[in-house]
């Protein structure tokens, strides 16, 4: 398969201009978050999206058509879906990024280390017993970072299928955190799937699944250059 495009930005790289693209279900959106790094994050998503796909479709990004139907509720908060390309949208933190390919299912997540999260209680409702006994071979200082990759891992897969967290993340395994990231045991899904984490900085954890059976090529590309246009 081609290489899955992964386009990064950080909260610095917001401003108010980017929001004359929104179309007006985005503005909704936009306008409801009340922290202004909800705003941002939000923003930064629609704007990497429409712009990416502006130029693939020769576009202005402002025209690009995209859907964003919750299957479960019908309200424009599901993934996004758009002609010709697959996208995966995932912030948290300083980072934002978005996955592309023009064929395969992708799924990203990232996530901020939260060095205050309870990963042992976490642990007994979204790892199956076998990643909680791995988890607790790290020390407590390394057990939220380990905890969040293993989430990051499983969140990629669901977004790639599009489930979300309807899924239940105990019937998912994966490897652990300090190997290279695969799916040991999944289950509900019984079509092809690759799963990788992406190097991104200290504070955050990310994974990228696609659903193929092909090696995973990951470009991982800076959106600022795009965002300042
Ligand atoms: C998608 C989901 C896994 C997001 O997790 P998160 O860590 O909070 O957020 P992330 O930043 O990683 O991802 C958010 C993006 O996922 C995308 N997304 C939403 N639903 C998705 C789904 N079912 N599958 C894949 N991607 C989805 C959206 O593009 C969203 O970006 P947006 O805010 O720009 O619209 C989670 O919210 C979910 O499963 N939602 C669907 C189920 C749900 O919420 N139901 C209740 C309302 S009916």
């Keep these: 398969m081609s290489a899955v495009e992964v386009w990064w930005a950080r909260l610095d790289d917001s401003r108010p201009a980017l929001a004359d693209d929104l179309d007006a279900v985005e503005r909704e959106r936009l306008n409801a978050y009340a922290r202004d790094e909800d705003k941002a994050r939000f923003l930064l998503g629609v704007a ?3 712009r990416v796909l502006g130029v693939h479709l020769l576009l202005p990004p402002a025209a690009v058509q995209l859907d964003r139907t919750c299957p479960d509720c019908g309200r424009p908060h599901g993934k996004v879906h758009a002609d010709g390309m697959q996208v995966s949208v995932s912030h948290s933190g300083d980072l934002i990024g978005v996955a592309f390919h023009p064929s395969t299912p992708v799924g990203l997540d990232v996530e901020l280390v939260d060095p205050k999260l309870d990963p042992d209680a976490l642990a007994t409702i979204t790892l199956a017993d076998s990643e909680a006994a791995h988890l607790t071979r790290y020390a407590e200082t390394d057990r939220a970072r380990a905890f969040t990759q293993y989430w990051t891992r499983k969140e990629a897969l669901v977004k790639a299928t599009g489930d979300g967290i309807r ?3 105990r ?3 994966v490897t652990p955190p300090d190997q290279p990231a695969a799916v040991l045991d ?4 019984t079509g092809p799937v690759q799963l990788a984490d992406l190097a991104v900085d200290a504070k955050h954890v990310a994974s990228l ?9 990951v470009h991982s590309i800076d959106a600022a250059p795009l965002l300042t246009r």
């Design 48 to 50: 990497i999206v429409r």
């Design 209 to 217: 699944a696609a659903l193929t059976s092909a090696a995973l090529t």
């Design 167 to 169: 899924a239940d993340f």
């Design 171 to 173: 019937k998912i395994v």
């Design 186 to 189: 999944w289950p509900a899904h």
